[in-house]
């Protein structure tokens, strides 16, 4: 049976056509996933099935009365809410119950008239039939999956990227909704959160719908792709990896039909030229030829043009502007111990990291892995032990949240707050990161986490160095701009340390991985697989 369904549909935003005549089916039970590039519109897609965003044409409908749950990108919480307030409001009209019945309770020990016993008595009973009695059960379950239990009494200010994220999804996931949207919910989870939230989507009764860039995660859970190109929606019944071969067969077929196509016209043109020739060289001059060449003409104009298919699409100009070769010892750390007042993270720990390495700093979320950079890169002093960076290494840091960004700032006066060159050199520098036109006026809190990431790094690649110290930096970013974003750290000739949770990333990009784990930093020499391996 379908949940939702869309019926080409149309929408613009400010006269600018996102989408385009787009139709889909969510029928109960499937897994689906979303895939497109940063700012064409899979957010919205999201946003007009859960109803949050109308349409401009076409039709939107849902089944009678479904439940609808949607995970944004950028979601926003009250911030003096602690997280277990936070979840149970999930439970919408059971935790109002429950509440009654708390107050009731206080009622009955000065008050104990059969009346007030009786409504105690109904509202126990509708507990129990709604499932209240599993409420506590079901939040323990989420919480300990997604490694947040020992967040519950921290106010959501408090809370990091990863954590917000992880406490947003599992607010998400104990609706019990028939129909899960998820939009890249795997940024800032951790390895062991990811792996659980796999499971518990392939588990889940009810159909799910993800926007996600990890390529792991969409092999593992989805059963069916839907990819959003040139404002068109193109459905594929495979995972990721089948995707990705069926998505080459078809461009090769549609580009195959194009030259045909063409091949066929040309030769028409040419036979309507000749017979118009003909025509003219007889004496005297043929009628009937010139009737021939005018209906292959009404023939030729009849002919449905086949698009030349786009084999492909614009993507970033990266490529790290180098400052020469470091020394071979770019960090070295010797029995390094910090700790804040309720946390600590690290303990007589040591670590090399030489010239050219490329090393993935992997851990569960909150252990430190941020405050390990940081202690690389200077921001933050260790308690005690030893740690030197060479003289002679230059640091270019990406953080994954990005605070290096003003949000009042439009595209281009954020990019020359960080780079000293013309308006003229900006907007051309911005184009080589998919910035054209317009786009350069839009303020930074109005673009993706996706575009804020490209602009990002149009400010880091200018800065010449020799070591690359990323925190999270697929996050956010389409699987173009990792692809692209993967060959250029593979062309640095430098030293780059990376902090992300992306698995195919790491397993692309790093041939060293250190595991912080009970305040200790543990070193293999390989990728992640391989690291995970020697682990199990």
Not at 95 to 112: A, G, V
Not at 166 to 192: G, I, S, V, Y
Not at 478 to 492: H, M, W
Request: charged share 30%; net charge neutral.
């Amino acid at each position: 049976m379908t949940v939702v369904a869309m019926n080409d549909v149309v929408k613009s935003f400010t006269g600018d056509i996102v989408l385009d005549k787009v139709s889909l089916q969510l029928e109960e039970g499937e897994r689906v996933g979303l895939i497109g590039r940063n700012g064409e519109g899979k957010s919205t897609i999201l946003k007009i099935l859960k109803g949050l965003e109308g349409v401009d044409y076409g039709i939107v409908t849902h089944k009678k009365e479904v439940k609808i749950g949607l995970l944004e990108q950028l979601s926003t919480v009250d911030s003096e809410i602690n997280v277990e307030e936070y979840l149970r409001t999930s439970f919408g009209k059971l935790q109002l119950l429950e509440n009654e019945i708390r107050t009731l309770e206080k009622e009955l020990t000065t008050n104990t008239s059969e009346k007030l016993l009786n409504r105690y008595g109904d509202k126990m009973s509708l507990f129990g039939e709604l499932g209240g009695y599993e409420m506590d059960a079901n939040l323990n379950k989420v919480v300990n999956g997604l490694g947040i239990s020992m967040l519950k009494t921290r106010k959501w200010s408090e809370l990091s990227g990863g954590e917000k994220t992880k406490t947003a999804l599992a607010h998400l996931l104990l609706q019990k909704t028939d129909l899960l949207l998820l939009d890249e919910p795997t940024n800032h989870l951790d390895f062991m959160a990811v792996e659980w939230l796999t499971a518990f989507l392939q588990h889940y009764t009810g159909t799910v719908f993800v926007v996600s860039h990890d390529r792991y995660f969409l092999d593992e859970v989805v059963q069916k792709m839907v990819e959003l190109e040139n404002k068109k929606l193109i459905i594929y019944n495979t995972n990721f990896s089948g995707y990705l071969k069926e998505r080459e067969e078809r461009l090769l077929h549609e580009f195959q039909e194009y030259k045909d196509q063409q091949k066929k016209i040309k030769k028409m043109e040419k036979a309507i030229k000749q017979l118009r020739i003909w025509a003219m060289a007889s004496n005297p001059p043929s009628d009937a030829m010139f009737r021939r060449a005018k209906n292959m003409e009404k023939a030729l104009e009849r002919i449905v043009i086949v698009k030349r298919p786009v084999l492909t699409q614009k993507q970033m100009q990266l490529q790290f502007d180098e400052a020469g070769r470091s020394g071979q010892e770019v960090v070295v750390m010797e029995n390094l111990t910090k700790a804040f007042v309720d946390k600590p993270i690290v303990k007589d720990a040591s670590l090399q990291i030489r010239q050219g390495e490329r090393v993935a700093l992997i851990g569960k979320n909150g252990t430190g892995k941020t405050t390990l950079l940081k202690m690389i890169e200077g921001k933050v002093t260790p308690d005690s032990g030893f740690i030197k960076v060479g003289s002679s290494v230059k640091i270019a840091s990406l953080s994954q949240q990005m605070e290096e960004l003003n949000q009042e700032l439009t595209v281009l006066e954020a990019f020359r707050d960080k780079v000293e060159v013309t308006e003229g050199d900006a907007r051309k520098m911005l184009a080589g990161f998919m910035f054209y036109g317009e786009m350069v006026f839009r303020k930074v809190e109005n673009i993706s986490g996706g575009e804020r990431m490209r602009l990002r790094l149009a400010q880091f690649i200018n800065m010449p160095v020799n070591t690359l110290v990323l925190d999270e930096p697929t996050n956010h970013l389409d699987i173009a701009s990792r692809e692209v974003l993967e060959e250029a750290i593979k062309s640095f000739s430098g030293t780059v340390i990376i902090v992300s949770h992306d698995r195919y990333f790491m397993d692309q990009l790093c041939s060293k991985v250190i595991w912080l784990e009970n305040q200790q930093l543990i070193t293999y020499e390989g990728n992640y697989s391989y690291a995970l391996t020697k682990r199990n």
